[in-house]
């Protein structure tokens, strides 16, 4: 991409050099589990391009925005599209809620199979070295522009962190269409999984949401030039799939596009461990977790 803004929760942020590098792909290890393990470790990441069903992926878009009344969808737009009118219809309860499309979606029958993608299931017991299962908190993200929402800078330990602080939770992150920076894709802050927590414990004191001591920042510049790292990216397309360990800091960017964000994360955890029981119940926006 050339040089020119982008934006996370509204907060601008340039895309140089200096602030933004590219994810490493990893789609080349799946048939070495050890080499697989291992660039997980080294990277905090696996960055695996079009290792899912690209078709399967888009129907799945195409039945979540076909869920939505009359008018949220762009004049003669097909629903796996995902292209925004602009207006969102009166009377559409608020995202993620009971009512919500997106409440509904994680809970329907085509969700579960998509989910249920042994590929998943099988790259998670590899990377927790033995037995694993799906959490059943499922989180879908949908995102328009000019809805000014991303996710702040974060690490996924600490919203998971009621019974330990067990590492062995890996997270997948699938874009559910394609997704471009500027249609909102995530960000990881390079090699920040190796960070102790009190080095970016001061930049919390600045976040937009205060109160509330889990996000790092919702300011991915501030954050990146505070702790010396760029801001890892891609140019995700439909099919593509994200693997990352629970102390890994990412965000999203702001979605500008037509074209809607769509995303689906999801959480294995070994059989052996506890889960954090804030994960034990299907997702929803205003479940607190
Ligand atoms: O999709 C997003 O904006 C955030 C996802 C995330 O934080 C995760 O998958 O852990």
Redesign the pocket.
Known sequence: MPESTLHSNGVPIVFSPDLFGPLRASEGLLDDPQALCERLRTDGYLYLPGVLDRAEVLRLRGAYFSLFPDGYLADGARPEAGVFSGCVPAGLPEYGIAGHPAHTFVRSAAFQRFVDDPLLAGLAETLLGGSAWMLPRR?L?HFHRGSGR??RA?V?LDYMNATSRSPRVV?M?IPVGDCPPRT?S?VYLEGSHTLEPEEYAPLRDTVDRPGDRRPISHDLELTARHLGRRWLWADFAAGDLMV?VPQIV?A?LDTTTDAMRL?A?IRFVRFDDVPDPRWLAPWSADDGA
């Open positions: 989180i993200r991303a996710s974060h996924d997270t992150w909102g995530l990352h990412h999203s995303s994360d």
